[in-house]
């Protein structure tokens, strides 16, 4: 009966490392997407809101008081957004369609 129970006993362990070891890999792996989407996205609104500073110092001055009043304040963050998610989404697509050409060629 001893021998039952350790068989059971190394089953059971071995089961569970392949599925901990699975959950931590996948994890890991999202862990790393949304950090890279994040820093992505960090860089945008930088890039953006240095974008927007240029074109204000370049406009007259009216017209960059009637941009003040048509933008909202929020305006470099959701165009940096709006692009972060627009590249990671081609990201996405170029590897899906490179594992497909890969795997059905």
């Given at each position: ?22 959950f931590a890999k996948k994890t890991l792996i999202a862990t790393a997407a949304i950090a890279a ?69």
């Open positions: 009966m001893v021998w039952l129970a350790n068989f059971f006993v190394s089953l059971t362990a071995s089961v569970l490392a392949f599925f901990g070891q699975t989407f994040l820093s992505l996205t960090g860089v945008f609104v930088l890039t953006i809101k240095a974008l927007l500073t240029g074109i204000v110092y370049a406009l007259p001055p009216w017209a960059a008081s009637v941009a003040g009043v048509i933008l909202p304040t929020n305006f470099g963050p959701c165009v940096s957004a709006y692009i972060a998610a627009k590249v990671a989404r081609w990201i996405y697509e170029f590897h899906t369609k490179t594992i497909q050409y890969v795997l059905f060629s």
